[in-house]
């Protein structure tokens, strides 16, 4: 994965989820939560995170954003390589733009946004989208601060 989505969800949900720390990025920071790990590998053009819950968790949960230059590619292009690439469903786009597709037999989606100079890809695994898992993940997204 070389290129990924700049991700811009609003969605509001009530989760009684702590946060430990704000844990700075290349392009932004998040709060991750107590007990989760979180790491970052600068990209030639861009960079790659992923925040997991812990394996003795019953419930898995991760969120792995990769941001970046587009280069000479469109979002759309983008979103259908990474579908391609995660052999997920073709991706729509709604009225504000963002891409989105299911894959991992729908336990995980992602989200493609950007423009021409700077694209974040963001992959999100719960099993079940009422879980209290879904809703720390949705509330990391949320605490996205972009730099």
Not at 45 to 69: E, H, K, Q, R
Not at 90 to 119: C, Q, R, V
């Amino acid at each position: 994965m070389r290129r990924f989505i700049i991700c811009v969800l609003i969605i509001a949900l009530i989760s009684s989820s702590a946060c430990a720390e704000i844990c700075e990025f290349k392009y932004f920071s998040l709060n991750i939560p107590e007990g989760w790990s979180a790491s970052e590998k600068i990209l030639e053009n861009g960079s790659s995170m992923v925040a997991v819950l812990p394996d003795d968790d019953n419930i898995p949960g991760a969120i792995a954003i990769t941001s970046g230059s587009p280069g000479n590619l469109t979002i759309k292009e983008i979103a259908e390589n990474y579908s391609k690439n995660f052999n997920g469903t073709t991706p729509e786009s709604g009225e504000d733009g963002i891409y989105i597709f299911e894959f991992n037999e729908g336990k995980s989606f992602a989200l493609i946004d950007g423009d021409e100079n700077f694209y974040m890809f963001t992959a999100i695994t719960a099993t079940d989208e009422e879980s209290e898992t879904n809703k720390i993940l949705l509330d990391i997204l949320d605490s996205m601060e972009l730099k």
